[in-house]
C-alpha cells in the first residue's frame, strides 16, 4: 500500500480576503508504524515540499498508525492536511 500525505497553509489576512488566493506550502513527512509503534515503511518513501509518501507491504492485518508531521511552514499554524492510500 502506498500512503501519500499533503499540507498547505494559507496566511489569515489571504483567507479572509480571497477564497481563491495562492497557497503558501508546508513542508510535510509521513510515517507508518505497526500497532506496536514499530516503523512499518518500507525504505522508498519521499519527501518533496507540501507532500510526502511512504510505501507499506503489510506482513498482516492490523492497525496501523499514519504519522504525518509539518516539518516546516510559513505560518504557526497549517490549516489542513490530507491522507490517502491506495494498492
Known amino acids: 500500500m ?30 507508518v508504524y505497526d500497532s506496536d509503534g514499530k516503523l512499518a515503511e518500507e525504505p522508498d518513501g519521499w519527501e518533496k515540499g507540501h507532500f510526502a509518501g511512504a510505501h507499506v507491504i503489510p506482513k498482516a492485518t ?3 498508525f499514519i ?3 509539518v516539518e516546516e511552514s510559513p505560518e504557526d499554524r ?3 492536511a490530507l491522507v490517502y492510500g491506495f494498492r
Do not use: L, M
Request: hydrophobic share 25%; aromatic share 6%.
Open 2 to 31: 502506498r500512503i501519500t500525505g499533503e499540507a498547505t497553509s494559507v496566511p489569515e489576512k489571504k483567507r479572509q480576503s480571497d477564497s481563491n488566493c495562492s497557497k503558501d506550502k508546508a513542508k510535510v513527512s509521513v510515517h
Open 62 to 64: 492490523g492497525s496501523y
Open 67 to 69: 504519522i504525518v508531521s
Open 78 to 80: 497549517t490549516h489542513w
